[in-house]
T-cell receptor
């Protein structure tokens, strides 16, 4: 069965600092992986996706993620945090068109 | 842009009531999904549908049913609402193309309180 684990339910970073959100997956087949962001009182918005092309995937708002098969990881990074990055982030793996989500990581940005 | 519209942003109902949550998408997507979101648990799939009048149970279908009479509309029904169904409910849609590579598109959610 496919599943996702997000390490750290809360991450606090200073404005301008690196944002690193960790995601590990388990999958019996080559996975399709997604990162979504949820701003307060809104639905989920796609940040980026991995679908077996390039292992380094660039998304919106300066985020990127690297697929590492040997580590079964798909960590999300942004070189320089902005106040507007404060949100909840979800990693998900696609299984037969259905998404299996991690528990989410809430990012707080300190001025 | 794909638009997924949920009929209510906030809803307050009483225990025992029958509750309907409505979702409409405008991109002719075959797949539609209902999730509930609870703190620390992420999103959990309640039901999904890959075609009109077709439905499949997700991970937590107990206490819920769904209806898909038209391709663009997917309804979630709480047959007899209970306080443990107080939650955020999210609807999503996706295309059948590309064997699951395409992302799901989400509505803004309905925050449901059962008193």
């Amino acid at each position: 069965a496919q599943s996702v684990t997000q390490l750290g339910s809360h991450v606090s970073v200073s404005e301008g600092a690196l944002v690193l959100l960790r995601c590990n997956y388990s999958s019996s087949v080559p996975p399709y992986l997604f990162w979504y962001v949820q701003y307060p009182n809104q639905g989920l918005q796609l940040l980026l996706k991995y679908t077996s092309a390039a292992t380094l995937v660039k998304g919106i708002n300066g985020f990127e993620a690297e697929f590492k098969k040997s580590e079964t990881s798909f960590h999300l990074t942004k070189p320089s945090a902005h106040m507007s990055d404060a949100a909840e982030y979800f990693c998900a793996v696609s299984v037969d068109y259905k998404l299996s989500f991690g528990a989410g990581t809430t990012v707080t940005v300190r001025a | 842009d794909v638009k997924v519209t949920q009929s209510s942003r906030y809803l307050v109902k009483r225990t025992g009531e029958k509750v309907f949550l409505e979702c409409v998408q405008d991109m002719d997507h075959e797949n539609m999904f209902w999730y509930r979101q609870d703190p620390g648990l992420g999103l959990r799939l309640i039901y999904f549908s890959y075609d009109v009048k077709m439905k499949e149970k997700g991970d937590i279908p107990e206490g819920y049913s769904v209806s898909r009479e038209k391709k663009e509309r997917f309804s979630l029904i709480l047959e007899s609402a209970s306080t443990n169904q107080t939650s955020m409910y999210l609807c999503a849609s996706s295309t059948l193309e590309d064997a699951g590579r395409q992302p799901q598109h989400f509505g803004d959610g309905t925050r449901l309180s059962i008193l």
